[in-house]
């Protein structure tokens, strides 16, 4: 793991908002972000409550004495800052091979020049009035002073830059009737979230992700692997030059499975599952179970994907999305296309190619009449928080009604149709600010359909198209543990209107007779979101999924962040749906050369002995990794 950079590296987001003023008000809330009172910064030390005076106070001074001729004035700062204590194991084949505790810091300052109607935000450009800052390890009001001096410095610079390439690109545009740029800010102005430092177990937790990793001697068919357990607290802090602060704590943790290996034709294959935690995790007898049974689960996938065979022919017939692969589908779709925020401006006006799709459906039908999407944080989820980024709270927020999109994912930054927050600005550790589902429920009016009635109804409409057998997809491949596909002949590019869907994890082709083969070598087709509308039965029996993803346009599921980035450059959110019959998808056939395969056989390809045997050890395979026998996979743990 790439520590040292998990909070350096990020690239700030376009158009970043913070916090505003109206009614100043005081919130401190608890670590669950479920209680408040009036006490603010005096919750915190007394060094801390210096340093974002400081911040707040050398803010004020920049809006007041930032100049330089000839151009706008700047009329907006904010400041965002994180200090991180990670932990960070990973083990393979019984060694651990990072054990790093370490404290982690970065920060950004965004300057806006010109006003709220009409300012720098939001242009694609190289700076934007957005740059980085260091941030000292403990609280130094001096030092973060001097830091936001020298930041805001250069966000003013390129404030005014990203202004003028701005102006110039409306003037070139027939259209003046434009959304403003910024639009009014919260009643909650100063938000302080504090928790108790639960102290981490590195010792018991790097034991347990050893034990757990020592099982991938029981898979010698399996080339390679390892155990991951991360742990992120963040202390953020966000101040704004119109007297907003906010100051959360919050705990988050993963375990991580990832394995590769090759197929007898040389594909190479990876696949991993992860059990997402807020809070820390205690290194015990349960926790043990839950890994021994993910590690079983990814490695038992694995083998049964090297020995199955390939896709053989296109498809575009019916396709039934399990519970799980349709949480990811919608994560790969609503969760970046229901994002309010407007494409970027650039040299030649609006880049609309990276507007969210359901920018000009509001009102219009997006799905069948008979679904509702619901986003809700306040409910007990995995999604849930009582403030967001920009000091809003928030509230139940039907999306969709009755197949009709009623409202969009909205922060301070208004767009065509719709101005004004509703609580969707959510903020990564790595400093992100965006807009992003918390809490999503697919509900229809509509009974739904047992697994039986929607896998006859499946095969119904696929003899209908003229085939034989039709697909179950079980799983999406989940890039935010994996990062980007290993295989280049497995990118399908998509165009106009068309949106880039992940690999299909576990596919699975059924016939007539009911006979299940998992398959691989599957691409999805880019599609549009028009095929949403194309749902023609729900399942009757809806399941939660947990993920983590990044914010804004750019997020979602389909972002091929990287088991480096999985707690840093993501926020927490749940899906629950049930399965969905779903007309339009298309499947393609994966065509490429691959690597030949090792002229050496695995040192761990070997007979076992009589007393590994009997542990359960796994007898050798063929080098081309298909074994004559495959373990049925453990049932798969809550995610």
């Not at 994966?590 to 002995?609: F, I, M, S, W, Y």
């Amino acid at each position: 793991m790439m520590l040292g950079v998990v909070f350096g590296m990020l690239a700030p987001a376009l158009g970043v908002n913070a916090l505003a003023p109206a009614d100043a008000t005081t919130a401190v809330v608890a670590g669950s972000e479920s209680e408040a009172d009036a006490e603010g910064l005096a919750k915190l030390p007394a060094e801390e409550r210096a340093e974002i005076e400081a911040i707040a106070a050398e803010l004020a001074r920049g809006l007041a004495g930032l100049r330089l001729d000839g151009s706008p004035v700047p009329y907006y700062a904010v400041s965002r800052s994180v200090r991180a204590d990670v932990l960070s194991l990973e083990g393979s084949y019984g060694g651990i091979i990072t054990n790093v505790s370490e404290r982690q810091t970065g920060g950004l300052v965004q300057v806006r020049v010109g006003s709220p109607e009409r300012d720098s935000s939001n242009y694609f450009g190289a700076n934007s009035g957005t740059t980085r800052l260091a941030v000292a390890l403990k609280p130094s009001p001096d030092y973060a002073r001097k830091q936001t001096w020298l930041a805001m410095d250069r966000a003013f610079r390129g404030a005014t830059l990203a202004y003028t390439a701005k102006v110039t690109a409306l003037e070139q545009i027939a259209n003046k009737d434009l959304a403003p740029d910024l639009s009014e800010g919260p009643k909650v102005q100063t938000t302080v979230v504090v928790q108790d430092a639960t102290p981490f177990d590195r010792d018991g937790l790097s034991a347990m992700v050893a034990s757990l990793s020592a099982r991938f001697e029981a898979w010698p068919d399996i080339d390679n692997g390892d155990v991951h357990f991360q742990i992120v607290r963040s202390y953020e802090t966000v101040v704004t030059s119109e007297g907003g602060i906010l100051r959360r704590v919050r705990d988050r943790a993963v375990l991580g499975v990832v394995a590769e290996t090759r197929a007898a034709d040389g594909m190479a294959l990876d696949h991993g599952l992860a059990i997402h935690f807020q809070g820390i995790p205690t290194a015990d007898g349960a926790l043990l179970a839950q890994g021994e049974k993910l590690v079983d689960q990814v490695l038992a996938e694995l083998r049964e994907l090297a020995a199955a065979p390939m896709l053989d022919e296109e498809y575009d017939g019916p396709i039934l999305l399990s519970p799980r692969a349709a949480a990811q589908f919608l994560g790969s779709t609503v969760a970046t296309e229901v994002s309010g925020n407007p494409a970027p401006w650039g040299d030649m006006g609006r880049l609309m190619e990276l507007e969210p799709a359901w920018h000009k459906r509001v009102g219009k039908t997006v799905l069948p009449p008979t679904i509702d999407l619901v986003d809700d944080p306040t409910i007990d989820g995995f999604g849930s928080y009582a403030i967001d980024a920009e000091g809003f709270v928030p509230g139940p927020l039907t999306l969709v009604h009755e197949g009709k999109l009623d409202h969009l994912l909205m922060t301070r930054t208004p767009n065509d149709a719709t101005a004004g927050s509703n609580g969707r600005g959510r903020l990564s550790p790595g400093m992100e600010v965006g807009p992003a589902l918390s809490n999503l429920s697919l509900r229809s009016s509509r009974r739904g359909s047992s697994d039986k009635a929607l896998e006859r109804e499946l095969m119904r409409r696929a003899q209908e198209d003229g085939y034989e057998q039709a697909y179950i997809i079980e799983s999406l491949r989940d890039g935010t543990l994996l990062g980007p596909v290993q295989r280049e002949s497995a990118a399908a590019y998509a165009g106009t209107g068309k949106l880039t869907l992940p690999l299909p994890a576990r596919l699975v082709r059924i016939d007539a007779h009911g006979k299940r083969t998992v398959i691989r070598g599957a691409i999805i087709a880019p599609a549009s979101m028009r095929v949403l509308r194309r749902i023609r039965m729900v399942g009757q029996d809806a399941e939660i999924t947990r993920m983590r993803m990044p914010v804004g346009t750019y997020g979602g599921f389909g972002a091929e962040v990287g088991i480096d980035g999985v707690l840093s450059q993501t926020v927490d959110v749940q899906i629950e749906t049930p399965a969905l019959l779903i007309q339009g998808l298309e499947l393609l056939v994966e065509r490429g050369e691959h690597e030949e395969l090792p002229a050496l056989v695995h040192p761990l390809r070997r007979e076992p002995d009589s007393q590994s045997a009997k542990a359960g050890v796994a007898a050798e395979v063929p080098a081309n990794g298909s074994g004559s026998e495959t373990s049925p996979p453990p049932a798969s743990p809550r995610n």
